[in-house]
């Protein structure tokens, strides 16, 4: 029997590529997208969901188990990027921004389990990044966002565990997508103390982006996963270098640490 998979922001970018892909290899995939009417040549079904509205969360589960009678795995992908100094970023920004990356995520996981928990089985997979696992530089409530919510999962597994659900994390590094596009930049401002490190930052981040891995080595790591019986708590995809980046946080002095990556963004 064909698995039930949800992915939530699966009308473009990372979601759309593992949709696809999962679609190709059988699974029923059902996408989400705030505005679902604007998508129309996808491989797969696009229905509302918005992670920041609950009622919206309700309704999509609810269409899925209606029409299929079950939910087998949940992709919590959607996400948004956020850049900026921190002490010139609005704070109604960075609320918004965890409201998308933590909370929302939060609440389909909340609204997915009682159908797994009737199933007597499910995955759940949230999509983080490798910048939830360091303090990057002007990516600092980006990664703030994406690390609570790698921490969280570690919580929500223990407490799950006798249900005979799942729960992973994929931090992907940088990708070929529109996410750039997508986030919230705050202004850089003529008169700011931070105008040149933050604008020559920038465009490195953009650099990197558009120079990122194609989302198709996405949607493969999320097929290995969905079909690995007892998933590990982290995994990690992307550049090696992006990946080894995690070892030497942990291996080396904080300092010598923040100095690589002071160097990094030539800052």
Not at 45 to 56: G, N, P, S
Not at 185 to 214: C, F, R, W
Request: hydrophobic share 40%; charged share 20%.
């Amino acid at each position: 029997m064909s698995k039930v998979v949800l992915i939530t922001g699966g009308s473009s970018g990372i979601g759309k590529s593992v949709g696809e892909f999962l679609s190709e290899k059988g699974y029923i995939v059902y996408g989400t997208s705030r505005n679902p009417k604007n998508y129309t040549s996808s491989t797969f079904k696009i229905i509302a969901l918005d992670v920041t509205k609950t009622e919206t969360i309700t309704t999509a589960i609810k269409e899925v188990v209606a029409a299929e009678g079950r939910l087998d795995v949940l992709i919590n992908n959607a996400g948004v990027g956020i850049t900026g100094p921190i002490e010139e970023i609005p704070e109604a920004e960075i609320k918004a921004n965890f409201e998308t990356n933590f909370f929302g995520p939060i609440n389909v996981i909340k609204a997915v389990l009682p159908q797994m928990r009737k199933q007597q089985s499910g995955l759940i997979i949230n999509i983080t990044s490798i910048a939830g696992y360091m303090g990057l530089p002007y990516r600092g409530i980006y990664s703030a966002s994406k690390g609570a919510l790698e921490i969280i999962t570690e919580a929500f597994r223990m407490e799950i565990k006798d249900f005979n659900i799942e729960m992973t994390n994929i931090a992907p590094g940088d990708f070929a997508t529109n996410i750039a596009s997508g986030r919230f930049h705050a202004p850089i401002q003529e008169n700011s103390p931070y105008k040149k490190p933050y604008g020559n930052t920038l465009k490195l981040m953009d650099a990197h982006v558009d120079e990122g891995k194609d989302p198709l080595l996405m949607a493969k790591a999320v097929y290995k996963v969905i079909n690995t019986k007892k998933p590990n708590v982290h995994y990690k995809v992307g550049e090696f270098m992006q990946k080894f980046s995690i070892v030497l946080k942990r291996i080396l002095p904080d300092k010598v640490y923040e100095k690589m990556l002071l160097n990094h963004y030539k800052l």
